[in-house]
């Protein structure tokens, strides 16, 4: 079975540029999430889909960050202007969603962002 | 709100020498209990869980961890560790049950390195 994938793997850009950051999940995985890891910290959920649907965006900034899933497969993610401090790995996550707070997120390699 | 504290940064260890990561957490909810390990330039693999029942939770590579609800821990064991246990480890919780829809809350990360 495939893992997650994400593409780029890295990514140098300087401040105020744009940046996306695309994921395909699991085959048949219904929830996907993307998650940023800071150096030195533990990832933090930016965004959760459920299909295509957004179920958790709370934590996501929104003036800056976009996110969508198309046909409920792949997905995008979109920093547009980067900042300095958006500099971190980015981590998308899929899951089954049979039931969906016991299940085991499974995690991609990342991308990792350095805004200059 | 939930929170995880990882109460070491860091822990070095000596090859087959035991070793103990440990976890706190915070939650007014009852909560499901995840450990993730992070290998280098790798995304995170899901070490073991704690749902219900028994709280001695066995997982892969010969780590288990312990639910203690009075405590609000779930500290992380391995009895004789080699140098590919060597990696970040990541203890992570999600609300049991209401509409979290699975968010994963993690600690900062623990880093063991594994010495010769």
């Known amino acids: 079975e495939a893992g997650v994938a994400q593409s780029p793997r890295y990514k140098i850009i300087e401040k105020r540029q744009s940046v996306a950051f695309w994921c395909n999940p699991i085959?048949?995985?219904?929830?996907l999430y993307w998650y940023q890891q800071i150096l030195g910290q533990g990832p933090k959920l930016l965004i959760q889909?459920?299909?295509?649907?957004?179920?958790?965006d709370s934590q996501l900034p929104k003036d800056r960050f976009s996110a969508e899933r198309l046909k409920g497969v792949d997905s995008t993610l979109k920093i547009q202007p980067a900042k300095l401090e958006d500099s971190a790995v980015y981590l998308c996550a899929s899951s089954p969603s049979s039931s969906v707070n016991t299940d085991t997120q499974y995690f991609g390699p990342g991308t990792r962002l350095t805004v200059l | 709100a939930q929170s995880v504290t990882q109460l070491d940064s860091q822990v070095p260890v000596f090859e087959e020498a035991p070793v103990e990561l440990r976890c706190n957490y915070s939650s007014s909810v009852s909560v499901y209990l995840f450990w993730y390990v992070q290998y280098p330039n790798q995304g995170l693999q899901l070490l073991l869980k704690?749902?219900?029942?028994?709280?001695l939770v066995k997982g892969i590579n010969g780590f288990e961890a312990e639910f203690n609800k009075s405590q609000t821990s779930f500290h992380l064991r391995k009895p004789s560790v080699h140098i590919s246990d060597t990696a970040e480890y990541f203890c992570?919780?999600?609300?049991?049950?209401?509409?979290?829809?699975?968010?994963?809350?993690f600690g900062q990360g623990t880093i063991l390195t594994v010495h010769p």
């Open positions: 704690y749902l219900s029942g028994s709280t």
């Open positions: 889909f459920q299909n295509n649907g957004v179920v958790d």
């Open positions: 992570a919780v999600s609300n049991a049950g209401g509409t979290s829809y699975g968010k994963l809350t």
């Open positions: 085959s048949g995985h219904a929830t």
